[in-house]
């Protein structure tokens, strides 16, 4: 019912081979990056059923009420989201136009990190600036009209997708189980998601924040 509520009905597409398995592989990507990265999200359901303008997505949500977030999880969320484009470059060679709304949440996590909260190399706060250069209606244009600000946004964004480029060619096995169920499955709920990992070999749902793009 939720599903249906924030995404819509699902629609039958026919897709064809290679965007099916395309698609499967994008969405379990980012499902992988979910587990690994950030052991306190409940992965609720993992699907390749379009649903409005989305060929397929990952519900994951905070397994507990939350009311702030630690620079920690934040990085994690940037990561789950790069994760699809990086699955398709490792499996594919190319990326496909898929992660256009995946770069725009990553885009808003990481202005909200560089220009609001003090999670990067600047404790400059943007959201103190009413009028002059940095005239954006929220934080996020105040952020990106500015120039090193940019330029904060695009390193972040840039060490991210970095990490999780290693992340996940370290555990290809993950991706590519997922993906195998997804293609023949179509949508997993819940525990079907992380019981496809665990089988395939992701044992320890440990936190791997840590790991660098060198």
């Known amino acids: 019912a939720r599903m249906v509520e924030e995404v ?3 629609q039958p ?15 379990a990507g980012h499902a992988v990056a979910a587990y690994l990265c950030a052991p306190e999200r ?22 507990d009420d939350v009311f702030t977030r ?4 934040m990085l994690a969320l940037i990561r789950i989201a790069m994760a699809g484009q990086v699955a ?13 709304g995946d770069l725009l949440y990553a885009t808003n996590v990481a202005c909200e990190m560089v220009g609001s909260v003090g999670m ?4 400059i706060s943007f959201a103190a600036v009413q009028n002059g250069a940095f005239n954006g209606s929220n934080i996020v244009g105040r952020v990106l009209s500015d120039a090193d600000g940019r330029a904060r946004v695009e390193k972040l964004l840039q060490e991210q997708k970095a990490a999780v480029k290693i992340l996940l ?7 590519e189980a997922l993906r195998d169920a997804l293609m023949v499955r179509e949508e997993l709920i819940g525990r079907e ?3 496809v990992i665990e089988s395939a070999g992701g044992m320890q749902r440990a936190s791997l924040i840590d790991v660098r793009a060198d």
């Not at 398709?88 to 256009?100: A, H, K, N």
């Open 120 to 123: 990067t190399d600047t404790l």
């Open 8 to 10: 819509g009905l699902g």
């Open 13 to 27: 597409v026919a897709y064809t081979d290679h965007e099916r398995k395309l698609i499967s592989t994008h969405e």
């Open 193 to 195: 998601i992380t019981d």
């Open 88 to 100: 398709e470059e490792l499996f594919f060679g190319d990326i496909s136009t898929g992660p256009g």
């Open 169 to 175: 060619t370290q555990n290809r096995q993950l991706v």
């Open 42 to 63: 409940r992965l609720e359901i993992l699907t390749i059923i379009k649903r409005r303008q989305a060929l397929g997505m990952l519900a994951h949500g905070d397994a």
């Open 70 to 73: 630690s620079r920690t999880e």
